[in-house]
């Protein structure tokens, strides 16, 4: 059995598998450092201009390759919509329903035969539909980013809980060390992603050159910042402490990156990194 393969309609379907491809690239937040809000609304515009690219075209199989990476463009918008502005099960479940009757609606369009705009209509959409999204990445990169601000304290003092513990073993306390300010000046919703947080203990202690866990009260699923808003997250380390000891024990906080230079006192070096890859 021979099986007839017609090489542009394969180019096509590959060109719209890249598309697919691309699209799920630029909503991993890893390139262009664009608003959640910006992002979605740049995906519905490119869902409109590709639907009326799709109307416009008269040229075989150009209009069904058209309408595929309009579609191919509305998934991925409702996925990231949902995904990134969580709208709980009842809206996702009106969304999901709302996008089943535009599509029911646009194909009867389609079919009942909608009028074809000329090529002078669709290109002046087809501009205004750029002008609009240029107007939005603009605004986006002037109204600001997300910015991080890590305070520390000046020292931390940890004591023995009231909790039976392995007799010659170190145990663990945590300690608030400090705080981590974010701040969204812009008018859109955007990624939120901490910076990364690392520490050592330098200085007169006995176990000195250990690394210590550092970490935020920052809620495991929250990872967007609104509008104009402010938060504050603090920060808490993992400090040892001698079972034995009877006293609390003090160490200082300095933020810095050097863990090899002798201190007079044990003290904490908190090395703050780069903002963590959410995807």
């Known amino acids: 059995m021979r099986f007839a393969i017609d090489s542009g309609k394969l180019l096509y379907a590959l060109g719209v598998l890249f598309a697919a491809a691309a699209l799920l690239y630029f909503v991993r937040d890893v390139v262009f450092d664009l608003s959640i809000t910006v992002k979605a609304a740049l995906l519905l515009l490119a869902f409109i201009a590709l639907f009326v690219a799709g109307v416009a075209l008269e040229r075989d199989v150009l209009d069904v390759v058209a309408f595929a990476l309009s579609g191919v463009t509305y998934v991925v918008f409702v996925g990231y919509v949902v995904v990134r502005y969580s709208p709980g099960e009842t809206g996702t479940f009106l969304l999901l329903a709302m996008s089943a009757g535009l599509f029911v609606g646009l194909g009867y369009a389609l079919r009942a035969g909608i009028p074809t705009p000329s090529r002078r209509t669709a290109a002046a959409a087809l501009g205004g539909l750029l002008i609009v999204s240029a107007g939005l990445v603009g605004a986006d990169a002037l109204s600001g980013g997300v910015t991080y601000d890590v305070q520390t304290n000046e020292s931390v003092t940890v004591s023995i809980p009231e909790t039976e513990h392995t007799p010659n073993r170190y145990p663990y306390v945590e300690g608030e060390i400090g705080a981590?300010?974010?701040?969204?000046?812009?008018?859109?919703?955007?990624?939120?992603?901490?910076?990364?947080?690392?520490?050592?203990?330098?200085?007169?202690?006995?176990?000195?050159?250990?690394t210590v866990f550092i970490n935020t009260d920052i809620q495991w699923d929250e990872d967007t910042i609104g509008a104009s808003t402010t938060k504050s997250y603090a920060v808490r380390a993992e400090l040892p402490i001698d079972p034995n000891r009877t006293e609390s024990k003090t160490y200082a906080i300095e933020q810095g990156l050097d863990c090899s230079t002798e201190r007079s006192e044990p003290t904490l070096v908190v090395q703050v990194g780069e903002s963590d890859t959410i995807d």
């Open 180 to 210: 981590v300010t974010v701040s969204n000046p812009s008018p859109f919703l955007r990624a939120l992603d901490l910076p990364s947080l690392s520490g050592c203990l330098v200085g007169p202690t006995e176990h000195p050159d250990e």
